[in-house]
């Protein structure tokens, strides 16, 4: 409790020194594991989550005993602040519809905000957000919110038991696709685009391994509720007569999208790389596959060179020991390693490319070394992850640092 609801309101570098409980305290259930979400209507008025449901026993169907399955309970409410303890509302596992492939959807807000397609005939199940923390004090916050889900008895055989997360932020790794995933909207885009792609999508990680000088490209759908990435690595490198011919204005009329943007292409610099793919998509002529959905907000502004930015991914880079790698450090001497070079700029070129690079800041530095031992960026969306972009375009990830 002191790690999820203090380290709620803490910096992420004083987060990681409180110490985590491996036992429920503060008188819950110790059979069950729960996990908690804290919302805010300032980011939005309406908030749309999704995962895999869990197999749970049927306990209507007046069984003497209770069946098996990956949980024997699962329930989700949303609740007042910790020093209230109150309930607004909630459901639980036999309640909830699920879609084809054992997907639920559930969307929480107010009642005046509730969509009208928020129903169950439409596969949503819709639950009262509440009217905020429930203190009987003037500092009660109306916009606040909270999510506790519950999954009770996890079957020790269960793959994706979120009971198997011992550490903080392996949570997502270890839960796969039952690891719920959300977004803020509002009524009006929420009853316009439905469940949306953003959230309707499943993926799978995926490991690619001699990925180095791998080429591959992107293709970004810009949309009003978000920017879809689509990705040729595993599937093909990107032939040049294909990705040559694609008009990107009219595939963005055809898509019914704001713009696409064709990025590429580029050749990666790690060695093996594990990364969450989702459905295989042929996009003018190209075959590629859908990485993620990331908020319009990365857009504007436009591109800035050397201005560090947090990205949120579930990404594993290995770069293997005795390669080169080529690396930005900051005035504060943290280092940033190239993730991909762009075809203008080939392999061989890269040792001395910091001498193109003029508009690096005053106090960074580019640089080569070889490496003596593999080199292991495991990143994750509950991790900060810190990255920058070269005035070529060219990306660089923040190596994580020994606490």
Known sequence: IKYTVVGAFTPPEEKAKIKLQTEMEGGGDPTTVYMMNFLSRKFGPVYVF????????DTYTGAETMGDGQVKYWSVVTAASVPSGELWDGVYDMQVPLDEDGYYTIVVSRPEDRPENATRENGVVWIDWGPGEGLDDPRDRKDWGMLLMRFMVCHPDWENSPAKSHVPDTEEAIMGPYYPKGYYTTREEFEAQGLGDAVTRSVERLTVTETRDMRFCEILVVKENGIEVYNTTGTNDCPAEIWDRINSGRFANELGARSVLLN??????????????????????LELRYVTTLDPAMLQGGF????????????????AKGKPVFEL???????????????????????????????????????????????????????????????????????????
């Open 264 to 285: 590429g292409p580029h050749f990666w610099m790690m060695d093996t790389q594990t990364v969450s793919f989702g459905e295989k998509a042929t996009l003018g002529g």
């Open 50 to 57: 999704r995962a895999k449901m869990p197999t749970f026993p």
């Open 329 to 403: 450090v900051d005035p504060d001497g943290h280092v940033y390693v190239l993730q991909a070079h762009d075809e203008a700029f080939p392999m061989e070129s890269l040792p001395d490319f910091g001498k193109k690079m003029t508009q690096l800041p005053e106090g960074w530095q580019y640089r080569t070394r070889i490496l003596s031992k593999d080199l292991i960026l495991d990143l994750n969306p509950n991790q900060t992850i810190y990255a920058i972009g070269d005035e070529f375009h060219q990306y660089y990830t923040r190596i994580q640092e020994a606490e």
């Open 304 to 319: 800035q060179p050397y201005k560090v930015f947090t990205p949120k991914k579930t990404q594993k880079m290995v770069y």
